[in-house]
């Protein structure tokens, strides 16, 4: 079955600290991941992608990385700010004639001044 | 200016009514789909569409019904046979290409209450 976790559950920091959320797959093929930012109350928006060949990229403050062989993703934000307060979600999909995706259950992280 | 919209942004509803939520998109994606989001949990799929008048039951299709009569259109009807609606719904559509994952652009979601 194909199942996606994310670690931590909640994440507590300092505003300008830096912080890694974490994001294990076991979604076989695999074709993509992404991750999305959801805002309190409002619907996700997709931040980065990585397919099978990149190992990292960066949006911004935002750094993705994916080891393929391991299965395992990880987001880190550079000096965090309060607007980082949100739900990071990592979503995997799958190949071969699969286009729904499998979504984490999300990581919130809120930013304390 | 292109988008997904959700309406209405709260509802309210009495035990045993059907309520329907609407969504609607100008992106000209062809896919779109319903989740159903509860505190601590992730997004589960509700129902699925690739093309006007076809569309697949998700992972917790019972007490949901949809409709795609038209590329722009996928509203979401929750029945009385529903048994916990009380949730947020997000609607999301994205393009289709064969065998691979494509960015879903979301609505705002309904956040849905039974009094």
């Known amino acids: 079955k194909n199942q996606v976790e994310q670690s931590p559950q909640s994440l507590i920091i300092l505003e300008g600290k830096n912080c890694t959320l974490q994001c294990n797959y076991t979604v076989s093929p695999f074709s993509n991941l992404r991750w999305y930012k959801q805002d309190t109350g409002r619907g996700p928006v997709s931040l980065t992608i990585?397919?099978?060949?990149?190992n990292t990229k960066s949006n911004g403050r935002y750094t993705a990385t994916l080891d393929a062989d391991t299965k395992q993703s990880s987001l880190h934000i550079t000096a965090s700010q309060l607007s980082d307060s949100a739900s990071y979600i990592c979503v995997v999909g799958g190949s071969g004639g699969s286009y729904i995706p499998t979504f984490g259950r999300g990581t919130s992280l809120i930013v304390h001044p | 200016d292109g988008g997904i919209t959700q309406s209405p942004k709260y509802l309210f509803r009495k035990e045993g009514q059907n309520v329907t939520l609407s969504c609607e998109q100008n992106l000209n994606h062809d896919a779109m789909y319903w989740y159903r989001q509860d505190p601590g949990q992730g997004l589960r799929l509700i129902y699925y569409s690739q093309i006007v008048n076809d569309f697949q039951k998700g992972d917790i299709a019972e007490g949901y019904s949809v409709s795609r009569e038209k590329k722009e259109s996928f509203p979401l009807t929750v029945t009385s046979a529903q048994k916990n609606p009380t949730a947020f719904y997000l609607c999301?559509?994205?393009?289709?290409?064969?065998?691979?994952?494509?960015?879903?652009?979301f609505g705002p979601g309904t956040r849905l209450t039974v009094l």
């Open positions: 999301a559509s994205s393009i289709l290409s064969s065998g691979s994952y494509n960015e879903q652009f």
């Open positions: 990585m397919t099978f060949s990149e």
